[in-house]
């Protein structure tokens, strides 16, 4: 997933505020290992909330060596303790088609 896409589904989240996208995947670390990544986008914005961002912005919430492998759509306002998932997990490129935002 690029910052380009990223955009994308930040933009058609704003149009959706009943929508929330989860993304999962990694970054890499030097030295080979891997650590669990996870974004929540929701009425426009990014939160990565496995690792620090920017005070910025308009800089990528996606750190260095970041790579999103799927995508979950879920009923917004998100409530933890009863998540409602309405699509995936899916490939990320199925949701930058705001028609499948259901």
Do not use: K
């Not at 959706?16 to 030295?31: E, F």
């Not at 669990?36 to 939160?47: D, V």
């Not at 961002?53 to 492998?69: H, K, N």
């Amino acid at each position: 997933m690029t910052s380009g896409e990223l955009v994308i589904l930040e933009s058609i989240s704003r149009e959706r505020p009943d929508r929330v996208v989860r993304l999962a995947g990694y970054v890499q670390l030097s030295g080979g290992a891997t650590e669990a990544l996870e974004l929540l986008l929701f009425r426009g914005f990014s939160s990565c909330i496995t690792h620090p961002t920017a005070f910025d912005p308009d800089q990528s919430v996606l750190p260095d060596g970041a790579c999103i492998e799927q995508a979950t759509l879920l009923v917004g306002p998100l409530n933890p303790d009863a998540e409602q998932p309405l699509l995936g997990p899916v490939p990320v490129h199925q949701l930058l088609d705001p028609e499948a935002w259901i």
